[in-house]
């Protein structure tokens, strides 16, 4: 799925209005598995869409590994949910994550509890009511649960540790060493955010991504207002495109290291 041509046949000059940067509100969690195992993000099924309709709206994130890499607690916390999820769901339905530990931070923010979970895991090392620190492992990358295959799924949850609360982790997450992130909000002509248009991001690389599909529990950041999210992103200059209805708009995005680069696009009719 993709817009094509469309986007060879236009040009990208730098005239064009500019993102801003804007510094991190909270990157408080490490990678949860180590660069040395892999710690790579699946960006084909990103947070908030369907994968381009492929799959159920995602309220995380995935990160690939083997039943042999190990998961590592993300931060200081406590854990809250150690086990699996045959009797309760922490999810939309019971057997869904399959083995799971859910840690909550010893950080609030904005005077909200902060969880994370991790889900489909092969097997959990630790305990409710135990406490871990950053690094510490906490379990194995699995296939339990819905899992179609080996990786780790990532939430972060807000006020609550529940599927109505997630936020995207890619804001929450540290990206790679040296890399950024760049994030934005979309609206359309009548002020409404257009759920799963493709947005790409133009550079020596070329990245794509979907905005949100609204649907409960899937939320903007309280302080970025965020529709869309590319992460770990080289710096340098780059232009996103998106087409809204017909017209197509550009931005002109400059990528720093360790920061988050801010676009907005309101359309018009």
Do not use: C
């Not at 133009?202 to 965020?226: A, Q």
């Amino acid at each position: 799925r993709g817009l094509g041509d469309v986007y060879k046949r236009q040009p990208t000059p730098f005239s064009i209005p500019q993102a801003r940067i804007i510094e991190p509100p909270h990157f408080w969690l490490a990678r949860p598995i180590s660069l040395q195992e892999g710690g790579w993000v699946n960006f084909t099924y990103p947070y908030g869409t369907t994968g381009g309709g492929e799959y159920l709206i995602h309220h995380g994130i995935d990160m690939a590994g083997t039943e042999s890499t190990r998961v590592l607690a993300a931060a200081d916390g406590e854990v809250v949910v150690a086990g699996d999820d045959h009797e309760t769901a922490y999810g939309p339905a019971t057997d869904f994550y399959g083995n799971l530990v859910v840690v909550k931070l010893d950080q609030d923010y904005r005077g909200k509890p902060v969880y994370y979970l991790y889900g489909h895991l092969s097997k959990v090392l630790v305990e409710p009511g135990q406490r871990v620190a950053k690094g510490e492992t906490v379990g194995f990358v699995g296939r339990s649960g819905i899992a179609l295959g080996y990786h780790l799924h990532l939430e972060v949850r807000v006020g609550e540790n529940s599927y109505a609360s997630t936020r995207n982790p890619l804001l929450w997450m540290e990206p790679l060493p040296g890399r950024g992130v760049v994030a934005g909000r979309i609206v359309d002509a009548r002020g409404k955010m257009p759920p799963e248009l493709l947005v790409v991001l133009v550079g020596e690389k070329r990245m794509e991504t979907w905005t949100y599909r609204i649907s409960p529990g899937i939320n903007p950041d309280e302080e970025i207002g965020e529709n869309f999210v590319f992460g770990d992103v080289d710096p340098g200059e780059y232009v996103l495109e998106v087409k809204v209805g017909p017209h197509l708009y550009r931005r002109k995005v400059v990528v720093e290291k360790g920061k988050i680069s801010f676009v907005e696009i309101r359309a018009i009719d």
